[in-house]
């Protein structure tokens, strides 16, 4: 610029103003300055409208007050034709206000006639000067930008600080810029949208720290999505005047990404879906490399997915070359599909049998290229299906138990009464003969009680629950295991003196005995000691809150201890379920234990049991205490003998009715015989004032005992009847005292039961 002469148009009217500003640059520097005057604007005008004179001028100094043209009229028509330029208003003292007019409209500055000295003239258009430079710069970058914005998608604009639009460019949010310039958001687009924008922009204004968000926008076209970038605006004092503003549209890339986002998660959907199967999912390739391996295949094999992709499947999943890989292999690459049951192992050795499903996967060619299986464990339901047909057997058994029950129990009441009766007959026999007499009377009744408890497995016949003394059961229990199990075990039983009652069934509860001394048994094949050891016991609610079976009150704990091979861990916890058991085949059914907690709960009573492998296991037996007395099995009482009475037998089996005829006369009372119903309802009906009652089998060939029942009663609504039978389902009790069965009597039965029988009914 100092190089530079600086060519200066001078457009003033008064010859003296002009001389005055000609003098002032000749006392600074006339070198450097070259001044051309003219006196009116219409000159000016002429010289900007030729293209070569209009750009040999640096600067104009223009008289606002011209021969051709007054006031701010002057400036800017001045400024119309010269915008390349930078006019300098020269004005009088009362004019000022007149030039600032002007320097709102363009002027890059003003001079006041009289004031101004040489320096100051030359400061003022050199500074005009770089302004203009400045402002021409200004405008080629922003053309620039302007063109570089035309075909870009970068939507960019300004707002003040009341966030009111004051610029927009290259506007496409889907409103014009008239519509957006001097608005607020919340004027032009719904007001959620405009609230979250406010509240992004308001921030960026009160912190000045600019920002970057993704906001959604709802327009004529639809919800939009924009990538916002907003800065602070900053005045020249650094003063935050608002915003600045640049978005991109980027709705296309947002739907991309939704589509792509809704497409990973629906794959992971039914990723998930293979890992919520139980069923174990393995994807392996032709050479039998494995490629998926889903959650399903974790948990049954042991495997994690980590561990097995790329490995050999046959190599983790069989412990040998199995020949019906092979045969599915070719069945599956041939005919597309195989399925089948296959042996296969745990990583932990365990065995499996699984029902495995094979499906050849081919390529967009028709070309195999790898085998989906699908395994289920089916382990458990062969098990299941071996138990079912044991329970088949043994519902078998029990079927042909209970065919043979009748006459099993019709053979054991007559040698049961005859036993009874043989003391009577020979009092005086020696000391051994009672003895033998005794074991034949003992073995009898063993003998009864142990088709009881067969059909009490196999029918489900209830027992009879009396208050009892169980120390009775156990004292009784140690004298036969004494006697019957081997010498190298030692019983040991404990029992107090005062002992709580309990209500059962004493022949179930010895079964509960037995069977787990039984159990202590084979556990010491090599001998040690088996201790019974009775005990009061009173739970309260502490007790209660740790063993959830127990409820308040007074127990009887029998505890049957050995000292065997202990039971291991994994087996504690299905000891109790059916046909569970670690015996070789033929040597047990698993039903001993199961039979022992049905009985104890339908008792009332739980079992605990510990077990320490090497060391032994105790059992735990918990039965509910009652009050009361005693009562004594009919065997214990001693029943009231006959005075005369007349008693009609009715049974098929000459055996039983000559023994029972033979028991209650030597009794004291008199009998009557009959071998059918149709005997029996001719007899009664020929003596009913004499039959003080009826003894009558159930099961009697051609008239039934139950006909024969209801037959006698229409003669005598009021006769005396005892049905007996050697075999009657629950089922059948309901139906025999409906009709007018006064009792009923198991066979085989005891003398005494017998005459308690009759006591009870004559009473």
């Not at 001998?527 to 016991?537: D, P, Q, R, S």
């Not at 809150?545 to 000292?563: C, F």
């Not at 379920?577 to 009332?604: C, D, M, N, R, Y």
């Not at 003894?695 to 609504?717: E, S």
């Amino acid at each position: 610029m100092a190089d530079k002469i600086i060519q200066v148009l001078l457009v003033e009217d008064n010859p003296g103003d002009a001389f005055l500003i000609q003098e002032l640059f000749r006392e600074v520097n006339t070198a450097s300055i070259n001044l051309h005057t003219v006196e009116q604007l219409s000159e000016a005008i002429n010289l900007f409208s030729d293209e070569v004179n209009s750009s040999q001028f640096d600067v104009m100094l223009l008289d606002l007050s011209l021969p051709d043209s007054q006031g701010i009229e002057t400036f800017i028509r001045a400024y119309s034709q010269a915008k390349t330029i930078p006019i300098i208003v020269l004005t009088g003292i009362d004019d000022e206000t007149l030039a600032l007019r002007a320097m709102q409209e363009g002027a890059q500055d003003y001079l006041v006639k009289g004031q101004v000295t040489g320096d100051l003239l030359v400061r003022s258009m050199r500074y005009a000067i770089e302004r203009q430079h400045t402002e021409d710069a200004l405008r080629q970058s922003e053309e620039r930008f302007r063109v570089a914005l035309k075909n870009s998608p970068i939507f960019v604009f300004n707002q003040d600080r009341d966030l009111r639009y004051t610029w927009v460019y290259n506007q496409r949010a889907g409103w014009t810029e008239q519509e957006m310039i001097g608005k607020k958001d919340c004027e032009i687009m719904p007001h959620l949208d405009a609230q979250g924008l406010t509240a992004i922009k308001y921030h960026v204004l009160t912190t000045g720290i600019g920002t970057r968000a993704e906001v959604a926008i709802t327009t004529d076209k639809g919800i939009r999505y924009y990538d916002l970038t907003v800065e602070p605006l900053q005045s020249e004092s650094q003063e935050i005047i608002g915003i600045t503003c640049a978005s991109i549209d980027i709705t296309e890339q947002q739907i991309a990404l939704k589509e792509r986002q809704s497409a990973e998660a629906k794959i992971r959907e039914q990723a998930a879906l293979l890992d919520i199967t139980t069923d174990a999912i393995c994807v392996r390739d032709l050479h039998n490399q494995i490629l998926f391996w889903n959650k399903g295949a974790e948990n049954l094999y042991g495997w994690s997915a980590q561990e097995v992709i790329g490995k050999n499947a046959s190599e983790l999943l069989f412990t040998e070359p199995s020949p019906d890989i092979e045969i599915a292999l070719l069945h599956v690459i041939s005919q597309g599909n195989w399925q089948g049951e296959l042996n296969k192992v745990t990583k932990n050795g365990k065995e499996l049998l699984v029902a495995s499903r094979w499906s050849l996967v081919c390529d967009e060619y028709d070309k195999p290229k790898s085998i989906l299986s699908v395994d289920t464990d089916i382990t458990q339901k062969k098990h299941l299906e071996a138990q079912l047909l044991r329970t088949q057997r043994l519902e078998s058994i029990g079927t042909l138990a209970s065919g043979i029950a009748h006459d099993l129990n019709n053979i054991l009441t007559p040698i049961l009464a005859g036993a009874q009766l043989l003391p009577l007959k020979f009092p005086d026999a020696d000391e051994r003969t009672q003895h033998l007499l005794e074991i034949l009377e003992i073995n009898a009744k063993r003998g009864a009680d142990l088709v009881k408890q067969v059909l009490s497995f196999a029918r489900g016949v209830e027992g009879k629950r009396i208050t009892l003394q169980l120390k009775h059961i156990i004292l009784e229990l140690a004298k036969i295991l004494k006697e019957t199990f081997p010498k190298s075990i030692e019983i040991v039983a404990d029992i107090p003196k005062e002992l709580w009652l309990i209500s059962g069934d004493s022949t179930q509860l010895h079964q509960v005995m037995m069977n787990l001394c039984v159990n202590a048994r084979d556990a010491m094949s090599d001998g040690g000691t088996l201790t019974i050891v009775a005990e009061n016991l009173l739970i309260d609610e502490n007790y209660v809150r740790m063993n959830l079976e127990a409820k308040p009150g007074p127990y009887i704990v029998v505890t049957v201890s050995d000292t065997g091979v202990g039971i291991p861990e994994e087996n504690l916890d299905r000891i109790f379920e059916p046909f569970f058991t670690t015996k070789a085949v033929g040597q047990g059914t698993g039903l001993g234990l199961s039979t022992v907690i049905g009985i104890v709960k339908s008792h009332g009573g739980f079992i605990n049991v510990d077990s320490v492998v090497g060391s032994g296991t105790t059992f735990k037996v918990y039965l509910p205490a009652v009050e009361g007395t005693e009562i004594f099995s009919p065997d214990q009482l001693i029943p009231f003998t006959g005075q005369g009475e007349l008693i009609l037998i009715v049974d098929d089996e000459p055996a039983i009715r000559d023994i029972t005829k033979t028991s209650l006369e030597s009794h004291k009372y008199q009998a009557l015989v009959a071998s059918d119903g149709i005997e029996a309802i001719a007899l009664y009906a020929k003596y009913p004032d004499k039959i003080s009652a009826v003894l009558v089998n159930l099961m009697l060939p051609g008239l039934d005992g139950l006909t024969t029942i209801r037959a006698l009663k229409k003669i005598n609504p009021d006769v005396k009847i005892i049905a007996t039978s050697g075999l009657i389902a629950k089922n059948k009790l309901g139906e025999i005292v409906n009709t007018g069965a006064a009792t009923f009597l198991s066979k085989p039965y005891t003398i005494n039961e017998l005459l308690l029988a009759l006591n009870q009914v004559m009473a």
